[in-house]
Each structure stands twice: as structure tokens, then as C-alpha cells.
């Protein structure tokens, strides 16, 4: 069985991974017909990315810069990577023919240089039927769960629910060692329209990774309407 996942840091993918039946329950599952609809790309205005199909709104820290379009199409200089810094997510896209990257953006350049973690912001969007048996968006974590420790990252703790505005989501929290740095990375993971839909936080600090997070927000269909 082929299976996407997704990694900030690197692109890969990942075969042979079977999604888990033994996740525990959530509230934050597909629909009951898991029919894909078109999911628009969004847009980003006035500091702020929006997406109608996903009643979402996440802010973009003043001076960020976006690199959505680059990743989708492949076209991000690899060359330039600094091996030691292991936060610059140039490498990153969501594997996969029919996934999405919605936003791709980072505190500076990813081929820049810089002593700092590269604190980052990514949504991405790939299709469920991608995961065969994928109900519940706390499964998304066992194949992610695999990724991430091939990548040098550690579990904080088991995936656990949060709510933000009108929806619940599934998140997960890593972190890594990056010579004298320490990177945090949060993914928040929802089922919507047949998607699973992953917004990736990461930074150099819990509170780094917080302020980020506190940007975000989903609106009910009444608000969003207005």
C-alpha cells in the first residue's frame, strides 16, 4: 500500500505503512460520505491566509515570506541547504500527485542562513482516499509518527484533541536537537470534505510554537457567511 505523509523537513514517502484501527476515538473525524470536494487553494491578505472551503484563518507573522507556489511545483533550490540546520523545510512538499501544499511560509528565505531555527508555517491537503481505512484523524499519526522519528524528531507526548474556534483538531508536538538549538515542531491534523488537512507549526521555542498556533482560527458556517 503506497501512503503520503507528511514532513516539514524533508520530502519523503513512505510505503508499506497501514493506518491503524487501534487509534483511540476522536471527535475530529471524516464525514460520513468522506466525498472529496474541490478544496480551494485560499489566499493571503492583509498578513493573513483564508480559506473559505475550510473555514480557516491563520495569520503570517510581519516580514514572513512565502514559498507555496515553490513547493508545489518542485522548484526550491536544494543546493543551498545548510546541513546544519536541520529546521529549513526547503526540501518539503507533500508527496503525492494529487496533494496540495495551501501555504508554505517561513520566518526567512529557506536558503538563507541563519543561527536561528527557521520557524515555518505549513498547511497542506491530501486526499483520504490516499489512506485506505482512515476515519479518524488521530490515524494520521501512526505513518506520521514514523516519519518523524526517521527524522530525528521525538514525541512529546501521544496525540491529544484541541479545539480552536468551531473545530476540533487532532495535535501532535516534536522536537529535535539542532546543535545547540532545540526545534519545536506542532502538526494539527482534521478530516474535511475527503482531505486530510495538516497545519505544521515550528519554531525554536514552545512559546514561539504558541504564538504561532494563536494565529489560527476557524470560523462556523453562520460567521463565515457574514
Keep these: 500500500m503506497r501512503c503520503c505523509c507528511l514532513c516539514l523537513l524533508i520530502s519523503l514517502t513512505v510505503p508499506g505503512v497501514q493506518i491503524s484501527a487501534q487509534s483511540s476515538p476522536s471527535r475530529a473525524r471524516a464525514s460520513k460520505s468522506g466525498a472529496e470536494i474541490e478544496l480551494e487553494p485560499g489566499s493571503v491578505d492583509n498578513g493573513s491566509y483564508r480559506n473559505k472551503s475550510l473555514k480557516l484563518t491563520c495569520k503570517i507573522p510581519d516580514g514572513w515570506v512565502l514559498r507555496t507556489d515553490e513547493m508545489n511545483s518542485g522548484s526550491q533550490d536544494r ?115 475527503g482531505y486530510a488537512v495538516s497545519i505544521t507549526m515550528i519554531a525554536g521555542s514552545d512559546d514561539a510554537v504558541g504564538q504561532l498556533l494563536n494565529g489560527l482560527d476557524f470560523q462556523s458556517a453562520a460567521r463565515s457567511t457574514k
Design 79 to 193: 543546493t543551498t541547504n545548510d546541513p546544519a540546520d536541520s529546521s529549513k523545510p526547503a526540501d518539503a512538499h507533500v508527496s503525492g500527485a494529487e496533494a496540495k501544499v495551501l501555504l508554505a511560509a517561513f520566518s526567512r528565505p529557506p536558503e538563507a542562513k541563519g543561527e536561528e531555527v527557521n520557524s515555518s508555517i505549513l498547511i497542506a491537503a491530501e486526499p483520504m482516499s490516499a489512506y485506505p481505512g482512515l476515519t479518524d484523524a488521530a490515524q494520521y499519526f501512526g505513518p506520521l509518527n514514523e516519519v518523524a522519528e526517521a527524522q530525528g524528531l521525538t514525541k512529546d507526548e501521544d496525540p491529544y484533541e484541541v479545539v480552536i474556534g468551531s473545530q476540533t483538531l487532532v495535535r501532535g508536538d516534536f522536537h529535535k536537537d539542532v546543535g545547540t538549538r532545540v526545534m519545536r515542531q506542532s502538526t494539527l491534523v482534521m478530516l474535511s470534505s
